[in-house]
């Protein structure tokens, strides 16, 4: 009888246990696939305060012509009175949780004008998020042009 | 078969690395390194199953114009027959380690001839790792083409 009993309680805890993983799992999901949406909205606003707050310090990002910036150039570049981008809209997006990271992939287009030139991007890109105390960060970022 | 022999033997000579939440090593660094060449080698010799070994079920995979493959379509472009991968070479990559997780950043130079046409192509990547029962593998793969 103890033995069923002691069977039934660890049956109990494991089954609560995964299913609370899996909620933390969903909400992280839920979390990067926001903040996602909010790096649009920073940028369309050309908002470097926001988008410091969601990219890591160690942040690389390759942009689709093979330009590879820090954070600094980033933000920069997001600042850049030369460009003025109208719309930057995710079509879809994919988040893999692993535990305290998550990679996103998604495709998103963008529009706007650049030295006064108009520019119309759809691309592919992949994400990579860290969770540092409890905040997601980007730390990795590569866009592609969809040639074909 | 050689080709996947020296995969296995890399996995078994690099020694293992620590459980998750462990500080990340320099050995994490050259184990992730070794892991990326060895990739390298797979794909000039189309030894698909060795790159079973370093690429996870659920990898995606962006390719330089936008394809994006899940990893059963990977493994299959890169035994097709229509392409022929003569030289990857990598200039020098860098890796961030962040827990059980890392990024790596390079740039590689492509030759070889797909369906009989000869290309050249100067491309920068990132690749995302994670550490799965210590033992790394890669999650996302996604290249841009350098043009400028």
């Given at each position: 009888m103890r033995k069923t009993i002691a069977v039934t309680v660890l049956m109990l805890t494991a089954s609560w246990f995964a299913i609370a993983q899996g909620e933390e799992q969903s909400s992280n999901q839920s979390k990067v696939i926001a903040l996602e949406n909010a790096w649009n909205q920073a940028e369309e606003r050309k908002d470097a305060k926001a988008l410091d707050t969601i990219l890591d310090n160690s942040l690389v990002y390759t942009d689709y012509d093979g330009t590879m910036m820090t954070k600094a150039d980033f933000l920069a570049n997001v600042k850049a009175p030369s460009r003025h981008p109208e719309q930057q809209v995710t079509e879809s997006m994919n988040a893999h949780v692993y535990g305290d990271s998550a990679v996103v992939t998604g495709v998103y287009r963008v529009k706007g004008t650049e030295n006064g030139k108009p520019y119309l991007r759809r691309g592919r890109f992949t994400d990579t998020w860290i969770s540092r105390g409890g905040v997601w960060v980007c730390v990795a970022s590569q866009y592609t042009l969809i040639t074909k | 078969m050689k080709k996947l022999f020296s995969v296995l033997l890399l996995l078994l000579i690099v020694p293992r690395t620590h459980a998750q939440g462990a500080v990340p090593t320099q050995a994490d660094e050259s184990r992730i390194l070794t892991l990326e060449l060895a990739w390298n080698q797979a794909v000039q010799g189309k030894d698909a199953k060795a790159l079973e070994i370093l690429i996870a079920p659920e990898m995606v995979y962006v390719e330089y114009d936008g394809t994006l493959m899940n990893r059963s379509e990977y493994l299959a472009s890169v035994a097709?027959?229509?392409?022929?991968?003569e030289q990857i070479l990598c200039e020098p990559m860098t890796v961030r380690v962040y827990g059980p997780i890392a990024v790596v950043n390079g740039v590689y130079r492509e030759t070889g001839a797909k369906s009989g046409k000869p290309y050249s192509h100067r491309e920068r990547f990132t690749d995302t790792w994670v550490r799965r029962e210590g033992r790394w593998l890669c999650v996302a793969s996604q290249s841009t083409l350098i043009a400028r």
């Open positions: - | 097709a027959r229509s392409v022929h991968a």
